[in-house]
């Protein structure tokens, strides 16, 4: 049997990206900019075993088929063909320490640390870039997941068989940046950010400005990054986080609730106080408060306050993924023993 165990951390994507390519290389139509979080993560053992029969997925102690099986093996089929292992199944065994599938990311760290324990189990010697594109294919987003700090991801310009490679741009120190992530519900969001945007491509009025609206937001955010302006990041990012819902709007798709209206609302109460907070919003109903040391602990008093947040994981920009020791679940949930 091989094994490796790899963790990462969820991103958030200050300059965000909402739409495909044409074609299905999954590379997203707009440059992004995120930064990695510390503070949540996502643990997973990959074991190549020959006792099995086909690939086994488990998540936080429960047994996954369909869609997110079928989406784990196509990844690990990749693997298999480079390292010319194609007969041999997986167990894949995965803890969050936050909710799976609700906006808070949990798909950048899960596909990170699947592909980077998947590539070490089978033996390859790839670079943190490579991975990074292998994890590109099954979501955009865990490629930045790959690296620590501030991240940026190329958008194609469309067309069949593209590529799109994150890289860092910018240390976890960079700026002194706190992120409050604001949850407000515990379980999995209704629609997928796949099927999401698909529909905003489809049906949006808006998606042709946002694209035009998204790669110039992306140039400003970056160079403010660049140039150290807390408050011009964050404006530009509540900017870009407005703009992909308000495109998504159109086309049907709600993933904001009354709760993170109403945190919306209570951040730029704050900032017209003078309290350091921007906001931005995944495809999910958490709000995330962009803050500073300084105002960390105000904008956490003042949020845990608001009718609807559950409660606030305070997070800080973090390291990439790496290998752990730590090796997860050699008992099998449904049946006891691994199957033989
Ligand atoms: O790549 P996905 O399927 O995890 O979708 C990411 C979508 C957003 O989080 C809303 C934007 C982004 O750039 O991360």
Redesign the pocket.
């Known amino acids: 049997m091989r094994s490796a165990t790899a963790s990462a951390h969820p ?3 200050l ?4 739409g495909k390519c044409p074609g299905s290389a999954n590379v ?1 139509a707009v440059p ?1 900019l ?1 930064v990695t979080l510390s503070g949540m993560s996502t643990t997973t053992t990959v074991s190549f075993d020959d006792t099995l029969l086909h690939d086994e997925l488990v998540i936080n102690d429960a047994r996954m088929g369909g869609r997110s099986l079928a989406r784990a093996s196509a990844l690990l089929d990749v693997v298999r063909a480079e390292a010319n292992m194609t007969a041999r199944s997986a167990r894949i065994v995965s803890k969050n320490d936050f909710p799976t599938a609700s906006g808070l ?1 949990s ?2 760290s899960g596909f990170a640390a699947l592909a980077l324990a998947a590539v070490r189990a089978a033996g390859l010697d790839w670079s943190l870039s490579q991975v990074s594109d292998l994890a590109r294919r099954s ?4 490629a ?1 997941s790959l690296f620590g700090g501030f991240v940026e ?1 190329d958008g194609g310009e469309g067309g069949e068989g593209g590529v799109a490679c994150a890289r860092p741009i910018a240390s976890p120190d960079s700026i002194d940046l706190r992120v409050l992530v604001c949850v407000t519900a515990e379980g999995a969001k209704s629609i ?3 099927c999401g ?1 698909r529909m905003t491509q489809e049906t949006s009025p808006y998606y042709d400005a946002w694209l035009v609206h998204a790669r110039r937001l992306f140039v400003q955010i970056r160079s403010d990054l660049l140039a150290g302006d807390f408050h011009a990041v964050g404006e530009g990012a509540e900017k870009s986080a407005l703009g ?1 819902h308000a495109c998504a709007m159109a086309a049907g798709i709600v993933y904001v609730t009354g709760a993170t209206l109403a945190a919306l609302a209570e951040v730029r109460a704050m900032r017209a106080e003078g309290i350091d907070a921007y906001a931005t919003i ?2 999910g109903p958490h709000l995330k408060c962009l803050t500073t040391s300084r105002s960390m602990h105000d904008a956490k008093e003042r949020l845990l306050r608001v009718p609807g947040v559950l409660r606030i994981v305070e997070t800080l920009p973090g390291e990439g993924a790496c290998i752990t020791q730590e090796s997860l679940g050699q008992e099998s949930p449904a049946q006891g023993k691994p199957g033989r």
């Open positions: 991103n958030i994507a300059a965000k990206y909402w997203p992004s995120s990311a798909s950048a979501s955009a987003s865990a930045r991801l997928s950010s796949t945007m992909m995944d495809a």
